[in-house]
């Protein structure tokens, strides 16, 4: 992949038993393609340190293997039950860790934010957002099971609602100046004032 030409992102939808992994190329006129999309599984009869060391070495081979730019994890959510969050939480952790010993960024996104980006309703249910990542990546298939259309979306939420690098919202980052910014960054930043000024 060439930078100037898209924004890779890695989308996790973190969990202790599914971990939904996806990774998107997005053009700079938002035009997306799929570039690899999984689940890792544990089960609960696992303890927990040998459960958290396979999302740990799974996370470690697709950062290895797809080199994003960015990557993006659903942000954990206090209405779930204790258990839910706990679990979620410790996953999200190992993948923010995993990234963070490479220098890659990481963006934490709502479910309301991502389910907005990509169907244009924060109310969506798991259908909706699987039928229109179905259709943004133009696939023959749905990807199975949600937690895998789940981290899909959320690399296409991310590279949509204005955060690649160099932008303003950027990973939470001030605002770039232009002069610090590669070529890469300054095309991105261009099509998302274009994309703003269409809608």
């Known amino acids: 992949m060439t930078a100037s030409a898209s924004l890779r992102v890695l989308g996790v939808d973190p969990g202790l038993t599914r971990c939904g992994l996806g990774v998107v190329d997005v053009a700079k006129d938002r035009r ?72 890659i960024p990481v963006a934490l996104h709502t479910p309301s934010e991502v389910k907005a ?33 789940d981290a899909l979306a959320l690399a296409l939420a991310h590279a949509w609602r204005g955060a690649a690098p160099g932008s303003p919202s950027a990973v939470g980052r001030t605002t770039t100046s232009a002069s610090a910014m590669t070529e890469a960054q300054r095309v991105w930043v261009e099509a998302e004032s274009k994309a703003r000024r269409k809608r």
């Open 117 to 149: 980006a990509v169907t244009g309703s924060g109310r969506a249910d798991k259908d909706a957002v699987t039928r229109m990542v179905t259709k943004i990546l133009r696939l023959d298939a749905s990807p199975r099971p949600a937690d895998a259309a």
């Open 32 to 103: 997306a393609s799929l570039v690899g999309v999984g689940v890792v599984g544990t089960s609960a009869d696992q303890p927990l340190d040998a459960r958290l060391l396979v999302i740990a070495t799974a996370i470690d081979e697709w950062l290895d293997r797809y080199e994003p730019e960015v990557v993006a994890v659903e942000r954990v959510f206090s209405q779930l039950n204790v258990s839910t969050v706990m679990g979620v939480a410790q996953a999200s952790g190992v993948v923010i860790a995993a990234a963070a010993r490479r220098g």
